[in-house]
């Protein structure tokens, strides 16, 4: 099983910006650019994701899985921002 649903950190430690025209639900958006959106939340501090549901480190969610941005979807576990992301909320490093 991934890692991921027992951790979020990365939802809740860097800002997360893309493109403005992905099919991400516009609501859950903030403009930063002219051509860049970030995920509203994740422009604040402390940073949190609007769309991660549950509690980091614990159990987590993203409620738009399947319209989340590309740049959600190209982090990944087991490299080097992930571990960066888990440290800043105390958790433990992981390895492939
Ligand atoms: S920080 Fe790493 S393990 Fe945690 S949710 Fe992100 S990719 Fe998954
Ligand atoms: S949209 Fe989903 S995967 Fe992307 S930062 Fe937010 S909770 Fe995480």
Do not use: D
């Amino acid at each position: 099983m991934s890692h991921c649903q027992s951790c979020g950190a990365c939802c809740a430690s860097f800002r997360v910006s893309f493109y403005w025209g992905e099919e991400v639900p516009a609501h859950l958006t903030v403009p930063i650019t002219p051509h860049r959106a970030a995920m509203r939340g994740t422009e604040a501090k402390p940073v949190r994701c609007i769309a991660l549901s549950g509690e980091v480190g614990k159990e987590v969610g993203c409620t738009i899985y399947t319209q989340r941005s590309s740049t959600c979807r190209e982090f990944t576990e087991y490299t080097p921002e992930c571990n960066k992301a888990r440290a800043m909320h105390g958790l433990p490093p992981i390895q492939a």
